[in-house]
């Protein structure tokens, strides 16, 4: 296995194939689970605050692939164990915090410029979101991510299982951009 190369476990994920490729419409292991490799990841950047569990049983963590070069241009976000199916989204700002919200944390503070929100997507069956960053499409002027910037990612998601709020956020990931 390569360096900088991640697997993640999905236990009891709904395909039941087995073996590497395996047949995604075979049934007969129902609830085996499953792995994803993901080569790259860990990208750069840090993670920092806490994740509570949400409901597959474990907290979501934030990862990022690719570099932190704006040159590049191939910086991408992932994040999860999530709930399958369930829309959320990637959001950043300048400052860190701490804060109970929903059934996590915010980890995510507006600082002078806000918060930048990502486009919605959603939870893979593999209990995955991805979001690859634009840097040439900032969501507001004051949030262009530059060489030299310093940025704090985190996830939201939506999880319909989980009272009392409904919704819950992964760590955070801060992160240094270059060019």
Do not use: K
């Not at 944390?105 to 995955?128: D, K, M, N, Y």
């Not at 002027?141 to 940025?151: D, E, L, M, N, Y």
């Amino acid at each position: 296995m390569a360096e900088g190369t991640v697997i993640v476990g999905a236990h009891g994920e709904g395909s039941d194939a087995t073996g590497v490729n395996g047949n995604q419409g075979d049934d007969s292991a129902a609830g085996s689970g499953a792995a994803y490799v993901f080569p790259g990841v860990p990208g750069p950047g840090a993670p920092y605050c806490l994740a509570s569990a949400n409901s597959t049983g474990v907290p979501a963590h934030i990862l990022s692939g690719g570099s932190a070069s704006v040159t590049a241009g191939n910086f991408s976000l992932f994040a999860g164990p999530a709930p399958t199916s369930q829309n959320g989204i990637f959001f950043y700002g300048p400052d860190q915090a701490q804060v109970p919200f929903g059934n996590g944390f915010l980890c995510v503070a507006p600082g002078t410029t806000g918060i930048a929100r990502l486009p919605v997507v959603q939870v893979s069956s593999f209990e995955f979101m991805t979001q690859a960053v634009d840097f040439s499409v900032p969501p507001t002027a004051v949030t262009q991510i530059t060489a030299g910037s310093r940025w704090n990612f985190q996830a939201w998601f939506r999880d319909p299982l989980a009272s009392p709020a409904f919704f819950n956020l992964s760590d955070g990931l801060s992160v240094t951009f270059s060019i």
